[in-house]
Each structure stands twice: as structure tokens, then as C-alpha cells.
Nanobody
Framework: QVQLVESGGGLVQPGGSLRLSCAAS????????MGWYRQAPGKPRESVAR???????LYSDSVKGRFTISRVSAENTVFLQMNSLEPEDTAVYYC?????????WGQGTQVTVSS
């Protein structure tokens, strides 16, 4: 059973920064893609950023230039650095790992951007 444990969420003022972490229970290279999704109240879950096993990073248009996804293989951890945060970024952020036909999800971490 794969476990994904997120951390790093919290309350931040507009324009501020947060870094989310997702620690996997097995090698991150065993997954085709790892990524971050978010879900705001009353809205569907949406993709924010993804990184392939080969290292290619993909971003949604809404976060491009502000968020950066990265990884440290020795720690089996994927990060999401979020800068210039806006109130519209408020959501529960979920870590995802795709292994072919199987998707794994973390429990989610709340990010609130408010003054």
C-alpha cells in the first residue's frame, strides 16, 4: 500500500509564499507522474502541477510562473513552492502519484490565502 503524506499548508497573506511537501512510502521513480491537485469549496478538483519520472514539469495556466514543482529522490519527496499567492489559490491541496492504472492520493493539506 502506497502512502503519500502532505505537509506545509497554512494561512498566508496575499503575496506570500508557502512550500508544500509530499513524502511517498516508496521510490518516487516507481510512479509515472507525481503531482499536486487542489479543490476549492464548491469546485471540482483541478491539476496544479505535475512532474514526470523523466523530470518534465507541467503547470496549469493559473499558477504558471508562480508555482514550482520539484523533487528530492533520496527523500522520496515532491515539493510545491508557491509564491505570489492569491486568495484564489485557497483550497485543499492533494498530492497524487500515478502508477499506470492506479492513482494514489494523500489526505490533503489546507492552504488559505487571506489578509
Amino acid at each position: 500500500q502506497v502512502q503519500l503524506v502532505e505537509s506545509g499548508g497554512g494561512l498566508v497573506q496575499p503575496g506570500g509564499s508557502l512550500r508544500l511537501s509530499c513524502a511517498a512510502s516508496r521510490s518516487i521513480f516507481s510512479f509515472n507522474v507525481m503531482g499536486w491537485y487542489r479543490q476549492a469549496p464548491g469546485k471540482p478538483r483541478e491539476s496544479v502541477a505535475r512532474i514526470t519520472s523523466g523530470g518534465t514539469a507541467l503547470y496549469s495556466d493559473s499558477v504558471k510562473g508562480r508555482f514550482t514543482i520539484s523533487r528530492v529522490s533520496a527523500e522520496n519527496t515532491v515539493f510545491l513552492q508557491m509564491n505570489s499567492l492569491e486568495p484564489e489559490d485557497t483550497a485543499v491541496y492533494y498530492c497524487n502519484a500515478n502508477a499506470g492504472y492506479t492513482n494514489y492520493w494523500g489526505q490533503g493539506t489546507q492552504v488559505t490565502v487571506s489578509s
